[in-house]
């Protein structure tokens, strides 16, 4: 580092904290003293304009450079930005061609390809999507996506819809909202789309009851020993969640009753009115109409619930 022996003032370049040269000037410089960071004795002075120079402190050495600060770029959609630094480059995905005059209000420009294209703006217009539902653009620069179009589908004959097939409107059965059923497994699936259509594992036809199992391409067939199975599973819930409980209860009080005609007979009354009930229950099967198919069960009447005896 070079001290000054006497005061003066000394010519030098300046330069910034990255070594790019800020301009030349005269600064003084006391006795004892040396030059402040960031200038220098070697001057630097562009050779052309455009040309700037970047100090090498170590080496004590100018380099001249293109100065590309303040190049104005563009982004694919048109946005301008600037190099900020003598030595920089355009940013990738950027352009340093200016994008062609246009109505900003009614288009807008993309660059693609290596080439500006000028496109019409639809902000605010209708579009639809392939199943005829309608949105609204709501970006200036928006672009029509795959499986979508500004033409609003036409009307459709009864019982027919419009689906967008390959950019164009394409007329179809429409049985949306049509509930189907599996003839093999009773897998139930409602039609979502126009021009969906179903082949002959299905069927309109719903199943008559849960029992009803598979269909033989006419009718729905009955699978007889699951509904016994189920019949019978409801009967013996009927003797062992009611007639059980009464036929206990009334054997209780009948064991109470001893040494009281008029109330062991009525209790004993009860008591044959439930032990028919559940024989009428248990001989269901051998009646001819079991396991009644079409849903309506001849169930026996139930007896009224046990009930105290009051000789008043």
Known sequence: MKFFTESQMVSVSLYDQSGWWKGNTEIHVAAGTALPLGCTENIYTPSAGGQTGHYASEAGAWTEVEDKTGTPYWNADGVRGEINTPDG???????????????????????????????????????????????????????????????????????????????????????????????????????????????????????????????????????????????????????????????????????????EPAALAYYKTQRTAWHAWADALCDLPEQPTWPWPDGEVSWPEQPPKPTRYNPT
């Open 89 to 259: 480059a355009i940013p990738n995905g950027c352009t340093g061609i200016a994008p062609p005059e246009h109505n900003s209000e009614k288009q807008f420009a993309v660059f693609q390809n290596g080439a500006w294209i000028v496109r019409e703006s639809h902000l605010g217009k209708p579009y639809w999507d392939e199943n005829q539902v309608e949105y609204i653009v709501t970006d200036r620069r928006w672009e029509c996506p795959a499986d979508h179009t500004l033409s609003p589908p036409p009307t459709p004959k009864d019982g027919y819809g419009f689906k967008l097939i390959d950019s164009a409107w394409k007329e179809l059965p429409d049985y949306t909202g049509t509930t189907i059923w599996n003839r093999s497994t009773r897998e139930e699936r409602v039609i979502q789309e126009v021009g969906e259509v179903w082949d002959a594992q299905w069927t309109e036809l719903p199943p008559p009851s849960p029992f009803h199992l598979t269909h033989d391409g006419s009718a729905w067939i009955l699978d007889e020993p699951s509904l016994a199975a189920a019949r019978r599973k409801e009967r013996d819930g009927k003797i062992t969640g009611v007639y059980i409980p009464a036929s206990q209860q009334l054997t209780r009080w009948i064991d109470s009753a001893e040494g």
